[in-house]
């Protein structure tokens, strides 16, 4: 699943042509209005997107994010403005899987933990995924705890990534979007390839490419 989330801090460095100094901008010459962020499938890179607002033409230099430094660039989108970056990701030792034991020796061992979950929705909830076959159960239940006003439940996983979301059970009926939602406004990367083949050819000719992005495209 892909994940977008809220950037609650962001570490942004100006450059600008007039400075003497250093110097700490209590009211910068611009606004933030929403920052997210979302990584790929396969957790090889992290995109991130601040839409801004500035009546000056201000030059970013970079961003830091989660310990990294990345440059920044402007990008125009639907109207919109954004300071755009790419953070890569380090790509980690895959674990051996084989029929032979004896070749997946130098596998580290996987650590297991309590990973806790919280909801603030006033329904009967679930935590549900492929972890568990997809399967409704005590185990990973949430329950009310009225002394913090959430929702919460406790699995024990082996360390790694799990794709899962929250859900409601109403007596037999279960509704899997009503609070994780769906992927409908997801972003989307498209790559365009144009072929055509003339008569009598016994070949595809590539005759045009194009890329865009879903929060470029307009019906």
């Known amino acids: 699943m892909k994940t977008i989330k809220l950037l609650s801090i962001l570490i942004i460095l100006l450059s600008f042509s007039k400075c003497a100094s250093a110097k700490f901008q209590e009211k910068p010459p611009f606004k933030i209005l929403s920052s997210t962020y979302y990584s790929l499938a396969n957790n090889t890179e ?13 030059n970013f ?3 830091y994010f ?4 990345s440059n ?11 300071a755009f970056a790419i953070f890569q990701s380090i790509t980690k030792r895959d674990f051996i899987l ?5 070749k997946e020796f130098n596998n580290t061992i996987p650590k297991t933990k309590n990973s806790p979950f919280e909801l603030k929705e006033n329904e009967s ?3 549900y995924g492929a972890f568990n076959n997809f399967e409704l159960k005590d185990l990973n239940k949430l329950y009310y705890n009225p002394a913090i006003d959430l929702y ?3 699995l024990l996983l082996k360390q790694g990534f799990y794709n899962y979301k929250y859900i409601l059970k109403q007596g037999e009926e279960i509704s899997k979007n009503s609070i994780s939602g769906t992927h409908s406004t997801t972003e989307n990367d498209y790559l365009i390839l144009l072929y055509y083949r003339d008569i ?13 992005n879903s929060f470029e495209l307009q019906n």
């Not at 989660?66 to 430094?69: A, D, P, R, V």
């Not at 920044?72 to 954004?82: F, H, Q």
């Not at 084989?98 to 004896?102: E, K």
């Not at 009598?200 to 865009?212: E, K």
């Open 98 to 102: 084989d029929v032979n034991p004896t």
């Open 46 to 58: 992290t995109n991130i997107y601040i839409r801004y607002i500035s009546k000056n033409n201000i």
């Open 125 to 127: 909830i679930y935590i």
């Open 72 to 82: 920044l660039e402007i990008k125009t989108m639907r109207g919109n403005t954004y």
């Open 200 to 212: 009598g050819s016994q070949y595809d000719a590539l005759v045009g490419i194009g890329r865009t």
């Open 152 to 154: 919460e439940g406790v």
């Open 61 to 63: 230099d970079s961003i």
């Open 66 to 69: 989660k310990n990294k430094k």
